[in-house]
């Protein structure tokens, strides 16, 4: 038996989820929120749980040195699937690494980076502080610290907009739920995450939504045609422009939290 638990999830995953408009979406205002604290190219990035590489690729291609670390063999293998169809500058700026996040200081031999990134990881983990420490510990001083996770404070969105009104009430007081993929996860807050990251030395620069209106609309019934260009272009853009601002900010499912270690 395997134990890579993402082995039956990895097609579903890399193939499938990215490929709709709200993979697009959160792949585009992720990178913009992203360039807005990042050093410039050639920076050394080091992706923590970065899949397939569905956030890293794209700041190999500017020209960034990329780090992906990812614990499981079928997503690494995904990776370099898509590493293949990369041009030949930007597939030599990558590196992949089979290891366990909780363990990444080790993996990458003590190596620190100009920017660390942990995307849609920690909702999988039942204690998220053993993570952020390894996060903020590969991070060089004055170094990014990036992280996606689920919202805490937006749990009744999903079965609100599925018309699951008992799981809505109840999402209110808890932080778990099995999500899209089939998958249990585990939400967390800013401000929890924040604190962590000060405790490690790490000052929040600021924090954004991540999904509003795709995740409505897709729970709500209403399928986005991932073909039409111009129609994914301007919903991206309403994406990106509701993830700087209160209140939609605070009603994405997802959020993205940036800090800065000390120099």
Known sequence: MSDDTWASLADRFADEAYASVKGYV????????????????????????GGAGHQSFPLAQAGYDVTLLDSSPAM???????????????????TLLEADGEHAAEAVRGRCFRAVLCHGVL??????????????????????????????????????????????LASFDSRTEIGV???????????????????RGVTPLGWYGVWLFVDWLEFG???????????????????????????????????????????
């Open 26 to 49: 959160r792949t585009y205002v992720m990178h913009h929120q992203l360039l807005e604290h990042l050093p410039p190219p050639p920076a050394t990035v080091l992706d923590v749980g």
């Open 76 to 94: 690494l293998a995904k990776a370099r699937q898509r590493l293949e169809r990369m041009p030949a500058g930007a597939r030599q700026r990558v």
């Open 123 to 168: 909702g999988y983990l039942d204690d998220p502080e053993p993570l952020v420490t390894q996060l903020c510990e590969c991070a060089a001083d004055g170094g990014i610290v990036s992280i996606m996770t689920g919202n805490a404070k937006a749990a009744a969105v999903r079965p609100a907009m599925e018309r699951r009104w008992d799981d809505a």
């Open 181 to 199: 993929l089939g998958v249990l996860g585990r939400a967390d807050t800013v401000e929890e995450l924040s604190e962590l990251m000060v405790s």
């Open 221 to 263: 019934g209403t399928e986005l045609d991932p073909t039409d260009a111009k129609q994914v272009a301007a919903t991206a853009a309403v994406e990106l422009e509701a993830s700087r601002r209160d209140p939609y900010r605070q009603l994405s499912r997802v959020f993205h939290l940036v800090g800065r270690k000390a120099a």
